[in-house]
């Protein structure tokens, strides 16, 4: 009997380990990585690592890599922001983001009875802003970089010249644009043909582009024939750029957004990128809450975050934008005794209408086509960055003989006071457009240290809802103790203030949850084509092996050795 009861016992158990659901990991490697929205710029920038190259000779390869192969978002033609951490503990942070021409003003997007001129601001030579990204790794390389600058840029140059295999997404990607690429230029683009899984894309004009900034350096793109061509097509497009916005153009260094969550400090980046302020408004919002009594996504879940994130993006709307054109009480937002203030008519019971939140009292737009890398180097360097053209192609202007894709950022400022921009964010005056000033946006590049070291590496695209993707990734880790790349295939959803829903990606969130949170008063929206963000992350592990997130939304892929 009892030699049949442990036999049976032992059998049960097999069972029982055999259904145990395998953890999902991601990559995991011993001393570098490059996780990116495609596999050929992970490589070129892991590659780079190998050479002994540092984090920073990393991210000029992978940007002028995605600037090829991932046109929908990478570019030269845009702009973006870096959060770094050095291995002995600094950190810092890069503004390369787009400008408002010269002679821009706040009404250049109204009729003359003051209303939104549909599509102006979006599709066209009048949405582009100034680009940033190639003063940006220029100023990166100066600060930070070990290798000559042309053995960076040159795997780019290749993959132009040479092409590379167009994958199904892309095709997809491509073939939706083809109309805008018509309507907007006015001579046949590169990008226009019906594209199919495997076909070859090459890109000569581009590669001659960035042959010019590997022999010019800056002036090779701000200056000369590159310069002359961008001018010279905006202008016969009916734009307003001009040399002298071209010429002025500078990044600029920044210090942070930093502060603590629970056991670990947050890194992210500072305006006009709204991403670091909205993320220590939501998190210090919810850290009062027992998260270990809270299961993952179930109502209660959703329903605190998105009462936390309803009243920081309430705040985002009235008081956030350019710091340095705008005073932006940015201590006085991130306060705990505000933000506890903020969150007393928080209840339980039933949903606050965003009607009834308005933005806090106190004393004293963008893209789903963004795209986000991290990389880790072999010395203990970390960078986040997150660029973008704004919406998909940008503006759909590609320069004439020159091949790149310029930006249409200028729909990120409040084209009217209250008028929600393409993504549904509304602005106020702080966001107004003004000539040379940057316009407000959700990227959020962030680093997270766990006792003084490094512990996460996060950013993501997705416009608006980006803040709330890093954040959820973020409690993924730290709250729910999920690896990198489980955290990063989770379900998201996603809160603005404006519109009062709460987006949701399909079958991610059981019928229960979604029927409790209507019956507290909560608006869902949930279809087929939603994603919300594609993270690319990296998690340091316990043993100091590093675990790539890399999201299967997209093509994007972790490399590393």
């Not at 890069?94 to 599709?123: C, Q």
């Not at 024939?225 to 307003?240: M, P, R, S, W």
């Not at 964010?425 to 997270?448: D, Q």
């Amino acid at each position: 009997m009892k030699k049949g009861y442990i036999l049976f016992l032992l059998t049960f158990l097999s069972i029982l380990t055999s259904c145990k659901k395998e953890k999902i990991t991601g990559l995991i490697t011993e001393k570098a990585m490059v996780v990116s929205a495609r596999v050929e710029a992970s490589k070129i920038g892991s590659a780079i690592l190998e050479k002994g190259g540092n984090a920073y000779d990393a991210m000029i390869a992978t940007h002028f890599a995605l600037a090829v192969v991932y046109p929908v978002a990478g570019n030269i033609g845009g702009g973006g922001f870096m959060v770094y951490r050095n291995n002995d503990g600094t950190k810092g942070a890069l503004d390369f983001r787009e400008k408002a021409p010269i002679t821009a003003h706040k009404d250049m997007y109204l009729d003359s009875l003051g209303n939104v001129i549909d599509k102006k601001s979006t599709l066209g030579a009048h949405a582009v802003g100034i680009p940033g990204s190639v003063a940006g790794v220029f100023e990166v390389h100066k600060k930070f970089s070990s290798l000559p600058f042309k053995d960076l840029i040159q795997p780019a140059i290749d993959l132009a010249r040479t092409g590379y295999k167009v994958t199904e997404k892309q095709a997809i990607s491509l073939n939706s644009k083809t109309e805008y690429f018509e309507t907007v230029n006015n001579y046949k683009t590169v990008f226009e043909k019906v594209w199919k899984v495997g076909d070859i894309l090459k890109q000569e004009e581009l590669a001659q582009t960035l042959e010019r900034i590997r022999d010019f350096g800056k002036d090779g793109f701000y200056t000369g024939k590159t310069a002359d061509l961008l001018v010279n097509y905006v202008t016969e497009l009916g734009g307003i750029i001009s040399h002298q916005d071209l010429e002025k153009y500078e990044a600029v260094w920044r210090k942070p957004v930093e502060f603590s969550y629970k056991d670990y400090n947050i890194i992210s980046m500072t305006l006009p990128a709204s991403g670091g302020i909205c993320l220590a408004q939501i998190l210090k919002a919810i850290e009062p809450f027992d998260l270990s009594k809270i299961k993952h996504n179930s109502t209660e879940y959703v329903q605190l975050l998105t009462e936390a994130e309803r009243r920081s993006y309430a705040d985002r709307a009235h008081y956030l934008g350019d710091i340095d054109f705008v005073n932006v009480p940015m201590d006085s937002l991130t306060n705990n005794n505000y933000i506890n203030q903020r969150m007393k008519s928080f209840s339980w019971d039933k949903a606050t209408p965003s009607s009834e939140v308005s933005h806090g009292k106190i004393l004293g737009f963008e893209s789903d086509e963004t795209t986000h890398y991290s990389i880790v180097d072999q010395f203990g360097n970390a960078v986040s960055v997150t660029t973008t053209l704004n919406t998909g192609y940008g503006s759909k202007v590609v320069v004439k003989g020159a091949g790149f894709i310029l930006n249409n950022e200028m729909d990120d400022f409040s084209s009217k006071p209250g008028v929600p921009n393409i993504y549904g964010l509304v602005g106020s005056k702080a966001n107004a457009i003004a000539s040379e000033k940057r316009m407000l946006s959700s990227m959020t590049p962030t680093i997270v240290e766990k006792e003084g070291k490094l512990f996460m590496v996060v950013g993501t695209p997705g416009g608006s809802t980006i803040i709330t993707s890093v954040l959820q990734n973020i409690l993924n880790v730290t709250a729910y103790n999920m690896g990198m790349q489980e955290s990063v295939n989770q379900p998201r959803f996603h809160h603005q203030w404006l519109p009062d829903v709460i987006r949701m990606e399909p079958n991610g969130f059981d019928a229960k949850t979604k029927s409790k949170l209507e019956t507290l008063g909560y608006s869902i929206l949930e279809r087929n084509s939603l994603i919300i963000g594609r993270v690319d992350a990296i998690l340091v592990l316990p043993n100091g092996q590093l675990e790539g997130g890399a999201d299967k939304r997209g093509d994007d892929t972790a490399v590393g050795f």
